[in-house]
């Protein structure tokens, strides 16, 4: 028996029979053998013949060099330093002032009021203190909690905020994220409803300025504490036939813990409801268990006298928020600010940090270079 062959194409990396033929009395049928086989050419499994695909885009790959890297070390050292001394100067300069009013100790004026509950009598207590120093600029007096976990992930989810933006639909139907705190016992609608809107922060600080002619209220804005996003963007009131917020509200309960319903946070129009700065201002939740919250402004009246002079104050708390059950803290601060914000000595000490670290390794690296980098310069290389 004789066989032929024909030569062998290959397509894309496979070799593929062309054809081939017998001769004999079975010619006939390897013919159409041969046939088949051409007919079922495998696929080809390379990739396409693009740059892409082939890795043969442009690319940049840095060569580190003595000449490069030392430079770069410095210039990072003599930028950083300044920088972190620059900060780190402005932040000390911010006055602060804080008072931990939490009552733990026996002899605190508010040790009275540790065990109140969100449902009993408001408490009240007063501290008295000094400011050893004026504070010059506009004032900002904050609440701060311990030990209180607004990141938690149910806490944070527990929230509407189509209901906050004022959807009418989402007011009668709130979110389930909400629950437990979505409808009341009765079965009506809570609004807001969730857990951040349920714990949210209520007591009053009042201040006031002990001088020869007694106690001086100290005037604090409660206006402009909060985001400007927030407060025109992202939480609005309901909408209505009647702008009266007690209409618009009928239906709906209030929080479980709250003493009073949303629309009556407030009688001034553009601070009541879900616009209330206060509320707005607790719905965006803290990252650390440990944060502070804007609660109000004291501005500067005379560009000649000190926004609060040294001399003696005293803090008039009504105490309503309770904290002792999950060995919380809080308190009252007193701060100033600069062109960086509030007092924060970290950003200074970190840019102090890393600027010395790259001088010294940069120092070190130049020894190193200068004393070994040349050695192997002159030697012979065999073939």
């Keep these: 028996m004789a066989m032929n062959y024909n030569a062998k194409e290959e397509v894309d990396g496979h070799q593929v029979v062309a054809g081939s033929s017998h001769s004999g009395p079975g010619g006939g049928g390897g013919a159409a053998g041969g046939s088949g086989v051409a007919g079922g050419a495998i696929k080809s499994?390379?990739?396409?013949?693009?740059?892409f695909k082939q890795q043969r885009l442009p690319a940049w790959q840095p060569i580190l060099t003595a000449g490069t890297v030392l430079p770069a070390f410095f210039v990072i050292g003599l930028i950083f330093i300044p920088i972190g001394i620059g900060i780190f100067v402005t932040s000390n300069n911010i006055r602060e002032y804080e008072i931990d009013y939490t009552g733990t100790e026996p002899g605190?004026?508010?040790?009275?009021?540790?065990?109140?509950?969100?449902?009993?009598?408001?408490?009240?207590?007063?501290?008295?203190?000094?400011?050893?120093?004026p504070f010059e600029s506009n004032v900002f007096m904050y609440y701060g909690l311990s030990n209180f976990y607004q990141n938690h992930r149910r806490y944070v989810k527990s929230r509407d905020d189509s209901q906050l933006n004022g959807n009418n639909n989402s007011l009668f139907n709130p979110s389930k994220e909400c629950e437990p705190y979505r409808t009341s016992e009765d079965n009506k609608p809570i609004a807001p409803c969730g857990a951040i809107a349920n714990s949210m922060f209520n007591d009053t600080l009042t201040l006031y300025h002990i001088d020869q002619n007694g106690s001086v209220l100290i005037p604090l804005n409660k206006k402009g504490i909060a985001w400007w996003t927030d407060k025109y963007v992202k939480f609005r009131n309901p909408?209505?036939?009647?702008?009266?917020l007690t209409v618009l509200f009928r239906g709906t309960a209030k929080p479980v813990n709250w003493p009073k319903p949303v629309y009556m946070l407030d009688s001034d129009p553009d601070n009541n409801g879900f616009i209330n700065e206060d509320f707005i201002v607790w719905m965006r939740t803290a990252a650390l268990p440990t944060f502070r919250k804007l609660y109000r402004l004291i501005e500067r009246k005379d560009s000649l006298l000190p926004t609060l002079?040294?001399?003696k104050y005293s803090l008039d708390i009504t105490y309503n928020y309770p904290v002792h059950s999950f060995d919380g803290r809080k308190r009252m601060i007193l701060s100033t600010i600069s062109w960086m914000g509030g007092k924060n000595p970290f950003l200074g000490i970190?840019?102090?940090?890393?600027?010395?670290?790259?001088?010294?390794?940069?120092v070190v690296l130049l020894i190193i270079h200068h004393k070994y980098g040349n050695r192997n310069n002159s030697a012979d290389i065999p073939n």
């Design 45 to 51: 499994r390379k990739p396409d013949n693009t740059a």
């Design 108 to 133: 605190s004026p508010c040790n009275k009021c540790l065990n109140v509950s969100w449902n009993s009598t408001p408490c009240h207590c007063i501290i008295n203190f000094t400011l050893d120093q």
């Design 239 to 244: 909408v209505g036939d009647d702008n009266n």
């Design 309 to 311: 002079p040294a001399g």
């Design 350 to 362: 970190a840019y102090i940090t890393v600027g010395s670290i790259c001088f010294f390794l940069g």
